[in-house]
């Protein structure tokens, strides 16, 4: 099993709809939790830091639920520049750091 | 946020010679950088991490003495491609971690990228 799994996709959702997709980790020691946007050639970006009391970016919020290990991220009113590869990163306590594959999100108009 | 530069942004060169990628932090003090390289349609792999004034770290199946790192400062690190051959064709792309104003020293800033092409 990998240490950080993601659903690759793609998610092909209509302009304005709401999208979710889970990120799984299986190291319990893991300790920060992030969601990465990458364009495609592009450098991945930090999107946000998942806390685990949950947090909210504008149309993004970010979920941490520790028990079932997994996080969430919620894109809400999507829209065609939200077209991207979302990676999920994993900082383990050994400063390790892990990425999952990614989920690709096509926002069709 | 944090902003990392990566030089130069694409490299066309010859079986068996030897490439150089800067990897420096413009606005904060990089305590560790990281190497990434990424095919095609895949995700990062991460290749090694280096903290500075100290060797760098390797990941299993990297090659130390292919893959050249160093991180003299604490704003530059540097990946050399020695010997590069066609298959070390990728995308190479570093990362930064460090203390920035408020920001956390787990988040990691990337660079954006080299694209290296062997012939």
């Known amino acids: 099993r990998k240490e950080v799994e993601q659903d690759p996709g793609p998610f092909n959702v209509p302009e304005g709809a709401t999208v979710a997709f889970n990120c799984t980790y299986s190291?319990?020691?893991?300790?920060?939790f992030f969601w990465y946007r990458q364009d495609c050639r592009k450098e991945p970006k930090l999107l946000m830091s998942?806390?685990?009391s949950g947090n909210e970016d504008g149309r993004f919020t970010a979920q941490l639920n520790r028990a079932s290990q997994y996080i969430s991220l919620l894109i809400r009113d999507s829209k065609l520049s939200d077209s991207a590869t979302y990676l999920c990163v994993v900082n383990r306590r050994d400063d390790k750091i892990i990425f999952g594959k990614g989920t690709r999100l096509h926002i069709l108009p | 946020g944090a902003v990392v530069s990566q030089h130069p942004s694409r490299v066309i060169c010859k079986s068996g010679t030897s490439v150089k990628i800067e990897c420096r932090s413009l606005d904060f003090q990089a305590t560790t950088m990281f190497w990434y390289r990424q095919f095609p349609k895949q995700s990062l792999m991460l290749m090694a991490t280096s903290n500075e004034g100290s060797k760098a770290t390797y990941e299993q199946g990297v090659e130390k003495d292919k893959f050249l790192i160093n991180h003299a400062s604490l704003t530059l690190s540097t990946l050399t491609v020695t010997s590069a051959h066609p298959e070390d064709s990728s995308f190479y792309i570093c990362?930064?971690?460090?203390?920035?104003?408020?920001?956390?020293?787990?988040?990691?800033?990337f660079g954006p990228g080299t694209r290296l092409t062997v012939l």
């Open positions: 998942v806390y685990s």
């Open positions: 990362s930064a971690s460090g203390t920035s104003g408020g920001e956390s020293g787990d988040t990691q800033y």
């Open positions: 190291n319990s020691a893991s300790q920060s």
